[in-house]
């Protein structure tokens, strides 16, 4: 039972190069998000979306954009990355907006 | 107010003991509540959803106060194994809305 895989599990970067972030679910989940996390900070919603064509941005969308073609998947696309977007990257799932999310294990991003 | 409140602690305590955790959130439209555990370095999990009436799932105890806008969550017999962060998780109610996390409360428990 896969659950929400995410690709890859680590990746530097450098400074102004692009790339996308995978994640898929199994789960037929209607909803997806993709939150980031700083060292000894909370998470923060970068996009989600509500449905397959159906995307918004969260709380921190500036220098990431998303798209969501099928239910399955929803990439996180970074297009000029900056030292800034060095983080841990959590692609999540759930069935509705008010019912429990499951998480990828997470992308492990450094931007030098 | 911040949306969603919590100790970031740690909180440390021996085996054995019983500990407690609050959080307060602000938006009183909110309709769902989660507990989710994070380890170092992995994804948050699931620890228990939290229903208006209470819930208990084994040494897990969770509790909504709707009128204070707070929810709790008990650990009973703390074993090494719940040392964690533990992250209170509240959905903002109306439309498209979505999960809102908190900073999270660490907990280290020691033989």
């Known amino acids: 039972n896969a659950g929400v895989t995410q690709t890859p599990k680590f990746r530097i970067l450098k400074i102004g190069q692009s790339m996308t972030l995978q994640c898929t679910q199994d789960m037929n989940h209607n909803y997806m998000y993709w939150y980031r996390q700083d060292p000894g900070m909370g998470l923060k919603l970068i996009y989600y979306s509500v449905g397959a064509g159906i995307t918004d941005k969260g709380e921190v969308p500036n220098g990431y954009n998303v798209s969501r073609s099928t239910t399955e998947d929803f990439p996180l696309r970074l297009e000029l990355a900056a030292p800034s977007q060095t983080s841990v990257y959590f692609c999540?799932?759930?069935?509705?907006?008010?019912?429990?999310?499951?998480f990828g294990q997470g992308t492990r991003l450094t931007v030098v | 107010r911040k949306e969603v409140e919590q100790d970031p602690g740690p909180f440390n305590v021996p085996e054995g003991a019983t500990v407690a955790f609050n959080c307060t959130y602000s938006?009183?439209?909110?309709?769902?509540f989660f507990w989710y555990r994070q380890d170092c370095r992995k994804e948050p999990k699931l620890l228990m959803s939290?229903?208006?009436s209470g819930n208990e799932d084994g040494r897990f105890t969770a509790q909504l106060n709707r009128a204070s806008q707070y929810i709790s969550l008990l650990i009973r017999d703390s074993k090494l194994s719940d040392s964690a962060t533990y992250l209170c998780v509240v959905n903002k109610g109306g439309g498209y809305s979505t999960l809102t996390f908190g900073k999270g409360t660490m907990l280290l428990v020691s033989p």
């Open positions: 939290v229903y208006s």
């Open positions: 999540a799932s759930s069935r509705q907006a008010n019912t429990e999310a499951f």
């Open positions: 938006n009183s439209a909110s309709q769902s």
